[in-house]
């Protein structure tokens, strides 16, 4: 079992920075992906970006060029760079965990992100 904690959300204006971290609560040595969900009001969870444990990543349109996932091996840790922060960019971002080798899924409680205009 692999517990995920989050941190980072707040309340931002808009074209501000924000930051979120995620920690995993122990190594994960087998080839897994790591990713940032978020799920606005009224709206399915979708995909904001991940990261695979050799460091491939995969953005949605709607992020590209504004944010940055990276992690920390070392650290157990995925991060989340969040630049030109948009009002619709507001949501509850979840953390993920993909194990591929048991093809199993992780998430964090969630971190809120509001974005104000």
């Known amino acids: 079992q692999v517990q995920l904690v989050e941190s980072g959300g707040d309340l931002v204006q808009a074209g501000t920075s924000l930051r979120l971290s995620c920690a995993a609560s122990?190594?994960?040595?087998?080839?897994?992906?790591m990713g940032w969900y978020r799920q606005a009001p009224g709206k399915e969870r979708e995909l904001v970006a991940r990261i695979s444990s050799v460091g491939s990543t995969d953005y949605a349109d709607s992020v590209k060029g504004r944010f940055t996932i990276s992690r920390d091996n070392a650290k157990n840790t995925v991060y989340l760079q969040m630049n030109s922060l948009k009002p619709e960019d507001t949501a509850v971002y979840y953390c993920?965990?993909?194990?591929?080798?048991?093809?199993?899924?992780?998430w964090g409680q969630g971190t809120q992100v509001t974005v104000s205009s």
């Open positions: 122990r190594v994960i040595r087998s080839i897994n992906t």
């Open positions: 993920n965990l993909h194990m591929a080798i048991i093809d199993s899924d992780y």
